[in-house]
């Protein structure tokens, strides 16, 4: 029998494919006591307002605060704003993306433990959740630590200490490929790194290295600082990617210009790459031919008056709210099935001939 279907949504159905663009290292020196402005313009115009996720890839400060936001998004790019009362140095990673499932907050607080409510998505995994320092104003010695206490498909739950007031980026999906390190790894000699001929007051520096799977190449990335502590007066961060014979890695730098103890250091990193991310149009209904989700996909996302699809299906994924109608003859008339929900495992629909 060749069924038909009616498929029962709210919205009209939405292309698949969606942009990201990213770029690592942007920066801006010398801000004291003023508010500076960096100007962002995509390489391609997005067909809507994409939403921006940003990180600070290196921190070279000696005053007691820096803050920044992000300001005049559109198709076209966005401005990054900066200030700060004595800010040698500041880099910045930022991503840019139109897909409805990577979700961008912007919290800036001075509570030692903040909530936020996650948004409503189809997934069968909990939330990924990247958390950046993007802002702080420290007292007594500059430290900002941060730890996910609580997640889960409804909320995110974040301890925090240190600074007095801080801002953070977080950005929340359904994707895997992400890390987090707190390994601080080993003191480099004097000798071999060059922060100690550009700084001579340069006293520590710890580096630790993160390796990346060979296969992700091509990838979009946003790397960048989650939370620190130091007891110097003067402070240098810095985490960049290198590549050494086709090995990615990501290689973290933490340097102290005084005799002081650096206690701790953790940064985030996500990735995009060539991988084949898997996500779920939420106007679309997959139907399988196997239970669990597995086995031949059929993509429907509009009424089908006729089905060209032999075999069968023992697995429907459906949106929220939607209802899922096969009809036992062409024009939508005969028999009708109705599904209401997703179906991880059904009796056999036999389709086509």
Partial sequence: MNWLIILGLIYLCQAEHFLYESETGVSIQNIINKDVDINIKFKKQFSRTPKIAYSISLLDM??????????????????????????????????????????????????????????????DTTPLVNSY???????????????????????????????????????????????????????????????????KDAQKILVSSYEIPNDIVDFVQLMGISGFTSLSDHIRIEVNEEQENDDNQIKVEFGTWDESTIKSLSFYGFYIGNQEVKYYDQNCAYLYSDCDYQGQEVKICDNKAKLDYNGQIKSIRLPKDAVFTLYGKEEFEGKRFRIESSKSCMDALYLGK
């Fill in 133 to 199: 320092l993007v802002g702080a104003t420290f007292q007594d010695k500059k430290q900002f630590n941060q730890e996910i206490v609580e997640l889960n498909k409804d909320i995110v739950k974040i301890a925090t200490s240190g600074a007095k007031e801080f801002k953070l980026c977080l950005l929340i999906s359904n994707f895997e490929n992400s890390f987090k390190t707190d390994d601080l790894g080993i003191i480099v000699d004097s000798d071999d790194h060059t922060w100690f001929s550009t700084s």
């Fill in 62 to 123: 000696s005053g007691s605060s820096f803050m920044s936001e992000i300001l005049n998004v559109n198709q076209q790019g966005f401005t990054i704003r900066v200030k700060g009362d004595h800010i040698d140095q500041i880099s910045y990673n930022w991503m840019a993306t139109d897909n409805p499932l990577v979700h961008i907050e912007y919290v800036k607080s001075q509570e030692s433990e903040i909530q936020l409510p996650l948004f409503n998505y189809e997934s």
